[in-house]
């Protein structure tokens, strides 16, 4: 087992070793009931495993479908609905279990109902783990954009387990390799380079993402400057998703795009190093993250009006010169539109 501190909870990470879940909510928890959030597909799957890793709590589920749809007012008023009909009470504990999709809402709701209900995260997918389980960012889409609605609100627990990545498809995995390599470009160059050379990842790797996000969190936790490093490609990649109405593409393969798109602007500005963009290219061409002909800025310029790093005096935007070297500058909307 891994364990990485945070300031209010603590990740752990084991390797094929779901049982020891009820040793660390009984940590810190000291009740029977559990209210598991969860979405059809990762239900099906791990419903009986989670039943023998909980035996020892009465737990009920809230089943949602799959995919970004759920992170709607809609589904929110239904979890909420239905958790008030099981019985949940303020210091009961909820579980997210799922991807990012999943850990938004649940988080969301948790931080909502009855003015904040503790939660924690089980992320089952290498995006979730490496990325939106980790920071207490929580919320849900509205129809002028992603993740609009939400709050900070940091989980009692993150466990993350290797074994829910033997089910995981190789498009969802890749997905979750488009994080990585974002965390690798922004903070981490030897995990870059690794990425660069593998197209697996071992506990160590997921470890090195982790910590990167981890560092920007510490020194920024609501995301007034530092933490903004983290959205590399996600300004772009948001619009992209927003405009094929969530279907078209998954997160990492937007923000892959959305990566592309900001090294173009660095090396039209001439901070970015041209080399940077053709390696990270063809490595997301070898990866399946994006395909030619590439995606152009343009189609999605005035998709990002509403993007939350947008100010008053303007566009918040990451490049990247080289890998472990981003910036944050500032464009006007006369600059994009």
């Excluded at 501190?5 to 810190?28: F, G, Q, R, T």
């Excluded at 109902?113 to 939660?119: A, D, E, H, K, T």
């Excluded at 007034?224 to 109405?245: D, S, V």
């Excluded at 030619?292 to 509403?306: G, Q, R, T």
């Amino acid at each position: 087992m891994t364990q990485i501190k945070m300031p209010n909870y603590d990740i752990v990470i084991h390797d094929h070793n779901l049982l020891e879940l009820s040793k660390h909510i009984k940590s810190i928890y000291r009740y029977d009931e559990l209210f598991v959030v969860t979405d059809q597909k990762v239900y099906a799957l791990y419903h009986q495993e989670m039943v023998e890793a909980l035996a020892s709590f009465h737990v009920s589920y809230v089943v949602v479908p799959e995919g970004e749809s759920s992170k709607s007012l809609d589904t929110y008023q239904k979890v909420v609905d239905t958790l008030i009909e099981k019985g949940i009470k303020r210091n009961h504990l909820m579980i997210a279990l799922g991807g990012g999709v999943i850990g938004d809402l649940t988080g969301f709701v948790a931080a909502t109902l009855f003015r904040g209900i503790p939660y924690i995260q089980i992320p089952t997918t290498l995006l979730a783990m490496v990325d939106s389980s980790i920071g207490g960012k929580v919320g849900i889409d509205l129809k002028q954009g992603k993740n609009l609605l939400g709050s900070f609100y940091q989980p009692k627990l993150v466990f993350i387990d290797t074994s829910f990545l033997k089910t995981l498809p190789q498009r969802e995995y890749n997905n979750g390799l488009a994080e990585m390599i974002k965390a690798g470009l922004i903070g981490d160059k030897k995990l870059y380079q690794y990425l660069l050379e593998h197209d697996t990842v071992t506990i160590k790797e997921i470890e090195q993402s982790i910590h990167v996000k981890r560092e920007v969190v510490l020194i920024d936790p609501y995301d007034y400057k530092e933490r903004m490093l983290l959205n590399f490609g996600h300004t772009f990649g948001h619009a992209i998703e927003k405009k094929h109405c969530y279907e078209t593409y998954k997160h990492g393969e937007a923000i892959s795009y959305g990566m592309l798109i900001a090294l173009q602007l660095g090396m039209t500005l001439g901070k970015t190093d041209p080399n940077l963009y053709d390696e990270v290219k063809s490595l997301f061409l070898k990866r399946g993250l994006v395909q030619e002909p590439l995606l152009e800025m343009e189609d999605y310029k005035s998709e990002i009006i509403h993007d939350k790093k947008f100010l008053a005096d303007g566009l918040n935007f990451i490049i990247v010169h080289k890998p472990g070297f981003p910036e944050i500058i500032k464009l006007k909307a006369m600059d994009l539109l």
